[in-house]
């Protein structure tokens, strides 16, 4: 993995999916209009076939298919990927709306410069069907949560939360469509902010220009102020 950023360089980030790939939009916009100084190097996808390949075949980033169910393990799969993801040699990897469990051992190789978008307000409702969960649980807002990945399945120190109130006949669809807008401007912008070599995650904790971030990280939205 390429060093830590002081905000000069251009940083090469490495951009996983599985899917639609509309937070990798947001990432190819900010690289385009220069809110990211910052380039994709590659686009890997565990799934063939996926709107999210498309996306970045347009915007020419070289875009490849690793499909996990060629594998006989996890570990196997883990230990491919992410040698081909050191193959671009990338100051961040991002994973974005990439639905695979990733082993320690591939944790550690990236320690530090792996990101996430998870679309709960963690440490609330790690895992899957977030959004449907919030709503059965009578929740009265919703929201999604960018945080660095630990060994521990969503567990890892949160930097920025966006928190959106979730309405009386809100399906998990819409309130999952109201969500990912909120996702569009907190993914790119913890980016920016780790690409401009303010953001660093040390001994499990999350710190942006030196002062430690709380358990939710910021909180962007509706319920707090913004920063
Ligand atoms: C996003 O809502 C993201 O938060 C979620 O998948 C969606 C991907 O959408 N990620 C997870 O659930 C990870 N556990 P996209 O493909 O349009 O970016």
Redesign the pocket.
């Known amino acids: 993995m390429s060093q830590s950023l002081t905000g000069k360089e251009k940083a090469r980030l490495v951009v996983l999916?599985?899917?639609?790939?509309?937070?990798?939009?947001s990432f190819i916009d900010a690289c385009e209009n220069k809110f990211l100084n910052a380039e994709i190097a590659a686009v890997i996808s565990n799934k063939a076939n996926v709107k999210?390949l498309e996306r970045a075949a347009n915007a020419n980033i070289p875009n490849i298919v690793i499909d996990h169910r060629g594998f006989d393990s996890r570990e196997e799969f883990d230990e491919e990927l992410a040698t081909l993801i050191e193959s671009f040699n990338p100051h961040l990897v991002i994973?974005?709306?990439?639905?695979r469990i990733l082993t320690a051992d591939f944790v550690a190789r990236f320690l530090g410069k792996l990101i996430?978008?998870?679309?709960s307000l963690l440490p609330a409702y790690p895992?899957?069907h977030?959004h449907q969960r919030a709503i059965d649980a009578g929740d009265n807002e919703a929201g999604?949560t960018v945080h660095f990945v630990t060994p521990e399945l969503?567990g890892g120190p949160s930097v920025l939360q966006a928190r959106v109130p979730i309405k009386s006949n809100d399906s998990a669809e819409i309130l999952?469509s109201r969500?990912?807008t909120y996702?569009h401007q907190i993914y790119p912008q913890v980016a920016q902010w780790f690409c401009q070599g303010r953001l660093i995650m040390k001994e499990g904790i999350a710190i942006l220009d030196g002062e430690f971030l709380g358990e939710n990280g910021i909180i962007f939205g509706t319920t707090s102020e913004q920063k």
């Open positions: 999916i599985s899917g639609g790939g509309s937070n990798l939009q999210g994973l974005a709306g990439f639905m996430n978008i998870h679309p895992g899957l977030t999604a969503d999952a969500v990912l996702e």
